[in-house]
């Protein structure tokens, strides 16, 4: 069994797989009477045809060691992740080689922060870490085949 150890997630070290969703360190404007940061555009909704859309997922929560065995993609558009509580997650991702995933990669989110992953971008299950979590997410609705599965090898994931 192949052992990653968890990174701490960067906007550079990530930029392969998706954009980070955090605020900026400055807002690009201020808006409702100069009582409210707006931190514009922080990534843009890839929806191949289909619609944008919102939905609220809830997740069973993991523990270190986490061995992870499935991974999954959506080529027709991206989908974005905003935890709704201020617990750090886990986003594993993996590049693409020749239409399987590559080695997974497991980056540490800070609680408050989300993930946008591109199309294409092989990636695990949501995992919170220790306990259940729930998750705004945007992604595509639309005609085609947008998901597809695939087993590995298991990948232990430490601390």
């Known amino acids: 069994m192949t052992t990653i150890r968890i990174q701490p997630l960067t ?3 990530f930029a392969p797989f998706g954009n980070v969703l955090q605020p900026r360190p400055a807002p690009d404007r201020m808006i409702n009477a100069g009582r409210c940061e707006r931190h514009h555009a922080l990534a843009t909704v890839q929806r191949g045809g289909g619609e944008a859309i919102v939905s609220i997922f809830r997740s069973e929560a993991v523990s270190l ?4 065995d499935l991974l999954e993609r959506h080529p027709l558009g991206s ?4 935890p709704l509580g201020p617990d750090d997650w886990l986003s594993v991702v993996a590049p ?8 997974p990669l497991a980056f540490l989110v ?7 992953l591109h199309a294409g971008i092989w990636h695990g299950v949501l ?3 220790d306990r259940p979590a729930d998750f705004l997410v945007v992604d595509r609705e639309g005609g085609g085949v947008n998901l597809e599965e695939v087993r590995i090898d298991p990948v232990r994931i430490t601390g």
């Open 110 to 116: 800070p609680g408050g922060t989300g993930v946008n």
């Open 65 to 68: 060691p986490y061995d992870c």
């Open 127 to 129: 995992t919170p870490l």
């Open 96 to 103: 693409d080689q020749g239409g399987r995933p590559g080695t």
């Open 11 to 13: 906007a550079a070290a």
């Open 79 to 82: 989908q974005a992740f905003m």
